[in-house]
């Protein structure tokens, strides 16, 4: 069972403003970003469009060790790129995790959780990814 997180949307609100890792989520994304805060600690923000990005992504950043960017898309040319080009636009040295849906086809059909599964994008999946990519930044 999920607990209760309260997380903004609209120009990218989210919930602990205080927590040094922030996942930044984009489109239905958000209730696996909770179950992944569930294991790692973090601040969940979800960003209702990739263009223009939030304006307020700068103060949403500050004082951050490390961005996970979560979404439904593919990685390339997604939200965790535009976040990434956002960084490096604004010379802001976070590392970033990006979390999407790899430049693969999908050859069997199923659920929402299965093709997530299928995609490397099962919670449990994140959740080691995350920890893994962590331990070596």
């Known amino acids: 069972a999920l607990r209760s997180v309260k997380v903004d949307t609209c ?9 040094p890792l922030v ?3 984009h489109g239905s994304c958000l209730a696996q970003a909770q179950a ?3 294991q790692i ?4 923000y979800t960003v209702p469009r990739i263009k223009p990005l939030p304006t307020n992504l700068e103060a949403i950043l500050k ?5 996970i960017t979560l979404e439904q898309h593919n990685l390339d040319g997604g939200f965790g790129s535009a976040i990434g080009e956002w960084l490096l636009d604004h010379r802001v040295a976070l590392p970033l995790i990006r979390l999407g849906l ?3 086809f999908l050859t069997q059909g199923g659920t929402d959780q299965e093709l997530s599964q299928q995609a490397g ?3 449990a999946q994140c959740v080691q990814t995350i920890q893994q990519r962590m331990t070596h930044a």
Do not use: K
Not at 11 to 19: A, E, K, L, S
């Open 41 to 44: 600690p973090c601040a969940i």
């Open 11 to 19: 120009n990218g609100f989210g919930t602990d403003q205080q927590r």
């Open 36 to 38: 992944i805060a569930e």
């Open 102 to 104: 790899p430049n693969i």
């Open 121 to 123: 994008l099962g919670v």
């Open 23 to 25: 996942l930044l989520t």
């Open 63 to 67: 004082g951050r060790t490390q961005v």
